[in-house]
């Protein structure tokens, strides 16, 4: 019988997978995993649910509410850190039930490592996944990158400390310290706008670290859920770096964009009023809007989505260009775009969009940067040079929402602000976008 | 469920094969409430706490542990779920 309970489950989670592969049925997806998970939890218990005290019981309901509760409170701005904590979350479970299989039992020897291994990654996990919340919150912005150097010098031969000092009683204590301070280190040194892959990265850590546990407990079905977990995660890391053109190594290693280069420009750009913007788009036939983490920051979700509604309404065609490392975690600009019940359909890829831009009649970037700058094209000896960006230069007007001319997370400089088809808009995201609706009540 | 260890792994090899097959295919705009979904997945962890509950006993500390691991996992798996459906809402009323 629970051969069978489990059975469905695992196809109900292959199935949700598949699911999930377009808009329109995604949200089936989501019942169907969440029937899978119910399926699987209640096998687990093998119809005997007296062998469970009260404690165990009041754990489960409390914080199961507790986890309602805080995702109907939280706002899709701060889904980064949303999902970096219930990450961590995951990862310390796994290192914690590791841990007491570990001390708790006689574990064939085989199981052993694999605890010590699930152990390790889950409490890395764990403290890297708290480490990029507060990172994401802004907190721990400038922390030396030398400690996290000099600890990965000497990382063997911490490793060895147990053996010399023979300790026996305090390994397992030793192992779960050493992979802690690895996860606080390894990600304190990595910057806000890597996030996107620190977060698929650990992601799928702590699916390998479940998938671990379930080695331990075998359990089938805790293993394959936990491999479609770490298969998820390390497809979506790639991607975050391939869109980079980094790779995860180079992340890994952090310290991006700290060295100070050249960010002169030979010219000052051309600034220009909401007023002409307002004019300059009602001549427009096709406008390309580009939304970067600086639209989420300064939370103009709703001005853009009311300045499509004043353009499509002039019978003007918008669309959205998405790059793949926009916003701080995959996928992030689409859910705040969606939010404000903007169309996905009217959401682009980088691929899907990069061959129109040089018949489109104006592009207006919201909050980017370093995901619209020419340079990765063109300077061999930029730190973005071959990373894939969205070709907005070559549309015939660009416009440029920004506060100053500060780079971005590259620390460079962008040609684009002073190309001859860009003028800037030197205002906050929101306010610049609400000051050219405004305006175009009065062209 | 018992199975050998060469089993497992091929169990473990395959359903990594299916995931990646399946997970490349969804969309960047569904690239967040992927991350949220899996997120709430890898809460499964849950499974082997209950599995071994029953066996600590009166290790009053390894139980502490163990309960903590409980509301870690309950909070992941309840909290991603729920999370994920709300974005997955906004995509649906688009339709």
Avoid: W
């Avoid at chain 1, 305090?170 to 992979?179: D, G, Y």
């Avoid at chain 1, 960010?263 to 002409?276: A, H, L, R, V």
């Avoid at chain 2, 969804?26 to 809460?43: D, F, K």
């Amino acid at each position: 019988m629970i051969e069978i309970i489990l059975l469905v489950s695992s196809i109900l989670f292959i199935f949700a997978l598949k699911l999930f592969g377009r808009p329109s049925t995604a949200h089936r997806a989501n019942t169907f995993a969440m029937l899978a998970m119910a399926l699987a939890v209640f096998s687990a218990f093998n119809f005997d649910f007296s062998k469970y005290d009260s404690a165990f019981y009041i754990t489960i309901v409390v914080s199961g509410l507790l986890g309602v509760l805080i995702s109907k409170r939280v706002q899709m701005t701060q889904m980064p850190e949303l999902v970096g904590l219930f990450n961590g979350f995951g990862g310390g479970a796994s290192g914690a039930i590791a841990y007491v299989e570990l001390s708790g039992s006689s574990l064939p020897i085989s199981d052993v490592f694999v605890a010590i291994f699930s152990m390790g990654i889950g409490m890395f996990t764990f403290s890297g996944s708290l480490v990029a919340v507060m990172k994401l919150r802004g907190k721990l912005n400038n922390f030396n990158k030398k400690l996290a150097d000099i600890f990965s010098v000497f990382f063997p031969t911490i490793l060895v400390i147990p053996a010399v000092l023979e300790m026996d009683d305090l390994l397992m204590e030793f192992i779960i310290l050493v992979a802690i301070i690895s996860g606080v280190l390894r990600v304190a040194v990595i910057g806000g706008a890597d996030m996107p892959v620190v977060i698929a990265f650990l992601n799928s850590l702590s699916g390998i670290a479940a998938m671990s546990a379930g080695f331990i407990v075998n359990s089938i079905i805790l293993i394959v859920a936990g491999a479609l977990v770490g298969a998820s995660g390390i497809i979506l890391t790639l991607l975050m770096c391939a869109a980079m053109n980094r790779t995860l190594r180079d992340v890994l290693k952090g310290g991006f964009g700290t060295t100070t280069i050249n960010n002169e420009y030979e010219k000052d750009p051309i600034s220009t009023s909401p007023e002409d913007v307002a004019i300059q788009l009602s001549y427009a036939e096709s406008v390309v809007i580009v939304p970067g983490y600086g639209m989420a920051v300064a939370q103009a979700q709703a001005a853009v989505k009311e300045l499509t509604n004043t353009l499509k309404d002039k019978n003007i065609e918008v669309k959205f260009a998405i790059h793949p490392v926009a916003g701080r975690m995959p996928g992030h600009m689409n859910v705040l775009l969606a939010e404000v019940d903007i169309d996905y359909e009217d959401m682009y890829t980088l691929e899907d969009i990069n061959s129109e831009f040089s018949s489109t009649d104006v592009v207006i970037v919201v909050g980017a940067n370093d995901v619209v700058n020419p340079l990765a094209r063109t300077d061999e000896d930029s730190p973005i040079y071959g990373m894939p960006i969205l070709d907005v230069d070559l549309a015939k007007q660009v416009i440029v929402i920004k506060r100053s001319m500060s780079p971005g997370y590259a620390g460079i400089a962008n040609p684009l602000f002073i190309n001859d088809n860009a003028k800037m808009l030197f205002a906050d995201a929101k306010e610049g976008l609400e000051n050219i609706i405004k305006s175009f009540q009065l062209v | 469920m018992e199975a050998t260890f060469l089993l497992t792994l091929l169990i473990t090899f395959l359903a990594s094969f299916i995931g990646y097959e399946l997970i490349s295919k969804i969309p960047q705009t569904l690239h967040t409430p992927l991350m949220s979904g899996s997120n709430a997945i890898s809460g499964i962890t849950l499974i082997a706490a209950i599995l071994i509950y029953p066996e600590v006993g009166d290790a009053q500390l390894l139980k502490i542990i163990l309960l903590i691991a409980i509301a870690f996992a309950t909070l992941n798996i309840v909290g991603g779920f729920s999370v994920t459906g709300r974005i997955l809402e906004m995509f649906k009323k688009n339709d």
